[in-house]
């Protein structure tokens, strides 16, 4: 077997030598035609400094093939390919003509087609896997140039100078080296408005603090942007509905030397009416009522209200009986009557409510009902209540012969007209493995509630606009020929709301765990590795001891040699190594047989400052800090014979867990994203606890470090003396 193993192996390393070995020595310029140059470098000097701001790097139109540990791998993967190969297997036939007939003479002229598809697939491969030579091309090179002195004028030099220079530096390969000299920058010298509506002049006077424009500063393209998009926000966010920036705002600059002056221009409402278009100055406008149409749908925005309800002023209506409580669905509804249009206010509701779960499409339309006044229309319309799914999987592997499995779940929404998402969802499997046959039971049930369901008034201290969240969760799992055949038992409560956009908080109240182990003497069958380690110190205790066979009914007899082992000064002393891997035997022992009952509280905050789904450049950072046993600790005060604290004569799980977890994204070229993440974790017992076997620390896997598989580079241990 250990031959065997060797030979796949050295096999598989002589392929991947092989093909390394290739794709290094394959010539970069293979394809590279006599009059073309393979593009090498890019060099960027910005007043006879080498350039270091990436920003500058991205207006670059063409950059050297992608390289990996200085090599252009990608290139080389397509050089293996052939760009001027045979298109179809006629071509193919044409060019590889022997090759062609003995198929056909050997075989058919069938097989002779699919030795050519094949091939020609292959090529293709090649070609699709890997990365086109970049040739230098100085049209693009031109753009590049344009490009970069847009990018300088926008930051203020006006006066800069750009041009390229491309060097050959070895047969067909060149490099290009952009020279920039920037000058001297423009400057604001005074800044001048012209604001037509008076509605508009004066909430700009009163918020002038935070302008990006100022003078003494440098010109900045961006920072004409940034204020455009601040007066619209501040226009809109106090009663200016109809207010544009593409419409309203404008710059004019007048520049004399080094220094410009500024002319802000806010202009009036443009109105057309019949084909004629007159001025009218802009005026704050209040939401008059609010019409929520919580069962809307295209087919029925024809038909009559069948049910409707005022709240707080707010209209519930409904084409077929009102479903959602009013008292509820209005935390979700941040623009009220009476009150100023505000366009932060309208995206907080249409962000609450899609937050919901409950609705397929959230639209509100404003409607002008005359100068001063709008009507706010909010259209819901909802997903189906009842949603049920099913899953099932067939499997075989080495281990299990057969192993069937399925899913059922059932989830209901608004299940007490508030919006609440329940779920519950049932798991079966069985299986027929080389220990015989087997199977696993559990069900999970939860219960979303978008609000913050706590005593005595602790609701107050997170407002609704952080979209506070409340969840109610349990959950059974029953095995049986799997391990130690486990049974798990789970109870939560944990709140969850957003500070921020970035900010997100949770804290677990309550979050139970019972573990009960139903056949422990089955340990060293499932951890035989243990077994064989176990073996060996005790041939060092003692070479005349007959060690218990592997078996269920030896379990105890095997657990006594060890205590016997750890209680042995003697042993201590003469094979400390020996003795401390016994005791670490032990540990594990103890902590994957031992039943528990973890009563965990946590605290968790996240930061993610992803933009978007398109931002693929962002980081993210995870806290989170648990306490397991700490108040019932201090109510219970019995102990087992081992000395541990019990709740109804089962172990308390009593720890602190502390977890920090930091990932950093960077957006490459093309789809292409590279990924760090890192993970820093400890946990400390006390009061004589062990740590679960469920709670503790592994490495390894698919979905971890891959060189080894799960749990064979952890759970981490600690030394013992």
């Known amino acids: 077997m250990i031959i065997n193993r060797g030979v796949k192996l050295m096999k598989k390393l002589s392929f991947y030598f092989v093909l390394m070995s290739v794709l290094f020595s394959c010539s970069t310029v293979k394809y590279v035609k006599e009059n073309e140059l393979l593009l090498k470098e890019n060099t960027i000097y910005i007043d006879s400094v080498k350039n270091k701001n990436k920003n500058i790097d991205e207006l670059i139109l063409q950059r050297p093939n992608v390289k990996a540990f200085g090599i252009p791998l990608a290139l080389n993967f397509y050089n293996l390919g052939d760009p001027d190969g045979p298109k179809s297997p006629s071509e193919w036939g044409e060019k590889n003509p022997k090759t062609y007939a003995f198929f ?14 094949s091939s020609i697939g292959i090529n293709n491969w090649f070609l699709k896997s890997g990365e086109a030579p970049v040739i230098i ?19 203020g030099y006006f006066r800069a100078t750009i041009n390229a220079t491309t060097d050959s530096i070895e047969k067909k390969t060149g490099t290009i080296t952009y020279n920039i000299n920037k000058g001297d920058p423009l400057f604001i010298d005074s800044i001048y408005r012209e604001i037509n509506s008076p509605v508009l002049d004066s909430i700009y006077k009163l918020n002038t603090i935070e302008t990006h424009l100022k003078p003494k500063q440098q010109y900045n393209d961006a920072n004409f942007i940034k204020e455009a998009d601040r007066l619209t926000k501040l226009f809109r966010n106090n009663g200016i509905y109809h207010f544009t920036k593409n419409e309203s705002i404008a710059f004019y600059a007048d520049t004399t030397d080094l220094k410009t002056d500024v002319e802000l221009v806010i202009s009036d409402r443009i109105i057309e009416n019949n084909g004629i278009y007159s001025a009218k100055p802009y005026r704050v406008q ?12 295209y087919s029925r925005k024809d038909k009559p209200i069948a049910d409707s309800i005022s709240y707080e002023d707010i209209n519930f209506l409904a084409y077929q009986k009102l479903r959602y409580n009013p008292k509820y669905l209005s935390q979700s509804v941040f623009i009220s009557p ?20 409950n609705f397929k499409s959230t639209a509100i339309r ?34 299990r012969n057969f192993d069937i499995s399925g899913r059922f779940s059932l989830t209901n929404r608004n299940t007490f007209k508030g919006a609440e ?7 079966g499997s069985y299986f027929n493995s080389n220990n015989g046959p087997g199977w696993e039971f559990g069900t999970d049930i939860s219960l979303e509630v978008p609000r913050f369901l706590a005593p005595f008034g602790l609701n107050k201290f997170v407002p609704k606009r952080m979209f506070p969240k409340t969840r109610f969760y349990t959950g059974i799992n029953i095995q049986k020929n799997i391990g130690l055949d486990r049974q798990n038992i789970n109870l939560g409560i944990d709140y969850k709301w957003k500070f921020n956009k970035q900010k997100t908080i949770q804290l677990e109240l309550i979050n139970g765990q019972y573990i009960k182990n139903l056949n422990v003497e089955n340990y060293f069958l499932v951890y035989a590795s243990e077994y064989e380690k176990l073996k060996s110190i005790a041939n060092l205790y003692d070479e005349n001891l007959v060690f218990p066979e592997n078996t269920p009914d030896e379990y105890y007899d095997i657990k006594d040699i060890l205590t016997e082992i750890e209680d042995s000064d003697e042993f201590r002393l003469t094979n400390p190594d020996a003795y401390v891997d016994a005791l670490n035997i032990d540990e594990r022992l103890n902590i ?3 039943d528990f009952l973890i009563p965990e509280i946590a605290y968790g905050f996240t930061y993610n400052n992803q933009e978007n789904i398109k931002d693929q450049e962002f980081s993210s950072f995870k806290f989170r800090i648990a306490n397991s046993g700490n108040i019932l600790g201090l109510i219970s005060n019995k102990t087992n014979d081992l000395g541990k604290t019990t709740i109804l004569n089962i172990p308390l799980a009593q720890y602190f867990k502390t977890d920090i977890e930091y990932k950093k994204y960077w957006n490459l070229r093309g789809n292409s994203t590279l990924a760090h993440r890192t993970f820093l974790g400890a946990i400390f017992n006390y009061n004589n606890s062990e740590i679960p076997f469920s709670v503790s620390y592994f490495a390894g896997g698919s979905n971890d470090i891959r060189a080894w598989r799960t749990y064979e580079l952890g759970p981490g241990r600690r030394p013992r003396v």
């Open 104 to 117: 056909k003479n050997a075989f058919s002229e069938k097989q002779s087609i699919s030795v050519a598809k």
């Open 137 to 155: 091309d100085n049209k693009k090179t031109k753009k590049t140039v344009a490009n970069l002195k847009t990018y300088f004028q926008n930051q």
């Open 286 to 297: 209040k939401i008059k009522s609010i019409n929520v149409y919580s069962d809307y749908s």
């Open 338 to 357: 009476n009150t100023i249009y505000s366009d932060t206010l309208v995206d907080l509701t249409r962000t609450h409510l899609r937050g919901l779960n």
């Open 366 to 399: 404003f409607t002008e009902l005359n100068d001063e006044e709008l009507e706010a229309n909010i259209y819901l319309t909802p997903i189906e209540k009842y949603t049920l799914g099913f899953d099932t999987e067939l499997s075989r592997s080495n281990i």
């Open 421 to 427: 998402v329940f779920q519950v969802s049932l798991l």
């Open 592 to 594: 994957i047989t031992s």
